[in-house]
């Protein structure tokens, strides 16, 4: 049998499949809160309950009005995106002038109040979502078995990713994003809605953590504890990366799931606090992030 | 301008004699409380106004926000309750234990947090303290989910028996009373106003010559340790030490009830955490989730009231009568 380090490929790749998707889920939320954070100085504790959210709303559809994955794949982002929208706009928004870390407690409060309705409603225990037909199954490589569902995923997280960082440094939409991140108010002097873009910035980043969600429905457990579990995560990965760059955040999202993966091969019992460890090294070496602007 | 000296004596003779009253009034309700409340469950508010109290010296006086602090309350229920069960150690000695472990905890995670500041710092502690949950999740000394039961009270430097209810409770009381001195002492010396100097404006700070980070880093492990003297004695109460203890909603628990009591002020917590056990209490034989309430008390305290109800208080016209001040900026 090949082995690569004395581990057998298939654990290897295996594993590595599995970082990788983990890596999706991470680049995908730190993306949204990089976006959110640039432009409206926040830090969206929320965002793990948005990824819930985006979750639930995909199992509602399928069981109650039989709506399956795919329109749900647009559907959940825009209700989630929609909800965020609103929420920015009657209360999130008092809070600019503010200490920042005042948009922490309330995003706080107001995952706590999301998370606790939902367990409220459902239970703790997890739902399970079908994989959808066109994707289920899998493909032998060769060298190892390979879920459709999940190379799915990869490739098209991936592909959401590298898209919104194309709209924000492409388009001209993505210009007065980052014209208004450097200096807001000469940009709404020029006569730019700044606090329309706000309202979209939060709910753009809000419609990507339920994206986010949806992809995640098939592979683990719809859970109303599904956000509260990754959202810390991402805040070590955030804290990686630097918030400065939504390419940064979307590469170390990918690298911290790999390595996370990488170490259930070689050291199962460290898995689960790996990204903290790195965190901890990352602030000694370089403690604006890999990827920081700011100090 | 002997005379002009004099007036102000007077001025400020008033709020002194006010406050002191204050002080007399709460300590008195205090002792008296036990008669008419049931002892565990003041002994829970107390242990939590320390735990706030500590974490509001960091927040409050240092601006700093840790979203870790269940990681020291928490530790040091663990390591008193092993100290006490497994040494055979006594109370007092087992608290110390608690302590001490709490700070050292406080200043290895400190170490990397104050590298960095604002919102960083907070989340850097939330991963650190998560860190230190998966730790006693897996430790053997935790017990991983059961945690450790039936811890024995003791007996205090040998003679007073803590299994009675209402000494524990002087001992508790006299434990807080302590924490709240030693809060006050350190607020109020050159070390305190040097940390509200940070608070209020950093890079002046460091510009008039202060090493920012050591005073950061000692404030840290300060409130890290009087955090972990709340959380031993919590151990002791309750007697047991679980998972619940380190976990990050309890760590977000202790911000809202220094949220609610009033960021900066120093009784504040205590009526923070009054209102929070209460409430859990209260809500403990319903079906009805406590997340949600805390969740909607957290958002409409940033929203509505950020001075928090001893803030709000101190900055009524009565409260501005009585001299009291809250100058922590919002």
């Known amino acids: 049998m090949t082995t690569i380090f004395g581990i057998p490929l298939q654990a290897f790749l295996g594993q590595l499949l599995i970082g990788l998707i983990n890596g999706s889920f991470y680049a995908l939320l730190s993306l ?53 929208a609103v929420i920015e706009r009657t209360m999130l928004r008092r809070l600019y002038s503010l200490d920042p870390l005042y948009g922490l407690l309330f995003t706080f409060g107001l995952a706590l109040t999301v998370e606790g309705t939902f367990r409220y409603l459902y239970g703790s225990s997890g739902q399970p979502y079908a994989t959808p037909a066109l994707l289920a199954g899998g493909t032998n490589l060769g060298f190892m078995f390979l879920p459709i569902y999940r190379g799915w995923v990869i490739a098209f997280s991936l592909a959401v990713c590298l898209g919104t960082w194309l709209v924000i440094e492409k388009t001209k939409l993505g210009s007065y994003l980052r014209a ?55 805040f070590a990965v955030v804290v990686v990366g630097g918030m400065g760059s939504i390419m940064g955040a979307i590469i170390t999202g990918y690298m911290l799931g790999v390595a996370e993966g990488l170490t259930k091969v070689f050291y199962p019992e460290a898995s689960n ?12 070496i370089r403690p604006a992030g890999l990827f920081g602007r700011d100090a | 301008m002997t005379l002009t000296l004099e007036l102000e004596k007077q001025k400020e003779r008033t709020p002194v004699v006010a406050q002191t009253i204050f002080l007399g009034i709460g300590l008195a309700l205090l002792l008296l409380a036990p008669l008419f409340f049931y002892p565990v469950f003041l002994m829970k508010i107390l242990c939590f106004a320390l735990f706030a109290c500590a974490f509001n010296l960091l927040l409050g006086y240092t601006g700093l926000l840790s979203f870790g602090h269940a990681a020291f309350f928490g530790g040091a229920a663990y390591f008193t309750a092993h100290a006490v069960k497994e040494w055979g150690v006594p109370p007092e000695l087992g608290i110390l234990v608690g302590v001490v472990g709490a700070a050292l905890l406080g200043a290895v995670i400190g170490f990397f947090a104050i590298r960095r500041q604002g919102i960083y710092f907070a989340m850097i502690t939330l991963a650190l303290a998560q860190m230190f949950y ?27 028996d803590l299994s009675q209810s209402t000494s524990m409770y002087y001992f508790v009381l006299a434990v807080f009373v302590i924490g709240i001195g030693i809060i006050w002492r350190i607020i109020n010396s050159p070390f305190g106003m040097i940390l509200k100097s940070i608070r209020e404006n950093e890079t002046r700070a460091i510009s008039l010559g202060y090493s920012v980070r050591n ?50 002020t120093l009784i504040g917590p205590l009526f923070g955490a009054g209102l929070v056990v209460t409430l859990q209490n209260y809500l403990a034989t319903s079906e009805f989730p406590v997340t949600i309430i805390t969740g909607l008390v957290f958002m409409a305290c940033v929203l509505l009231f950020r001075r928090g109800i001893v803030g709000e208080f101190y900055n009524s016209r009565l409260g501005r009568r009585l001299g009291f001040e809250h100058r922590h900026k919002h």
Request: net charge negative; glycine share 12%.
């Open chain 2, 215 to 264: 005073y950061k880093l000692a404030a840290f492990v300060m409130s890290a340790a009087l955090t972990g003297l709340a959380g031993g004695v919590k151990a002791l109460v309750f007697q047991f030490a679980t998972l619940t203890d380190v976990g990050w909603q309890m760590s977000g628990e202790v911000i809202l009830m220094t949220l609610l009591g009033g960021i900066g």
């Open chain 2, 134 to 160: 998966f730790f006693c999740l897996q430790a053997e000394f935790t017990h991983g989910e059961d945690g450790i039961q039936s811890v024995p009270r003791g007996h205090l430097f040998g003679f007073i």
């Open chain 1, 32 to 84: 949204g809160l990089a976006i959110i954070f640039g432009l409206l100085r926040v830090i969206n504790f929320a965002h793990g309950a948005q990824y819930m959210l985006g979750a639930f709303v995909a199992w509602l559809l399928l069981s109650h009005f039989g709506i399956g994955y795919w329109p749900t794949l647009i559907l959940a982002p825009l209700l989630v995106g929609f909800l965020g």
């Open chain 1, 273 to 284: 606090i790996v990204i903290f460890v790195i965190m901890a090294f990352v602030l000694l």
């Open chain 1, 180 to 234: 208004a991140t450097e200096n807001p108010v000469l940009v709404q002097s020029f006569g730019i809605n700044v606090p329309f873009l706000l309202t979209l910035t939060y709910g753009l980043g809000a419609a990507l953590a339920a994206l986010a969600g949806v992809l995640a429905a098939p592979i683990y457990q719809v859970s109303p504890l599904m956000g509260s579990n990754i959202i810390i995560i991402v």
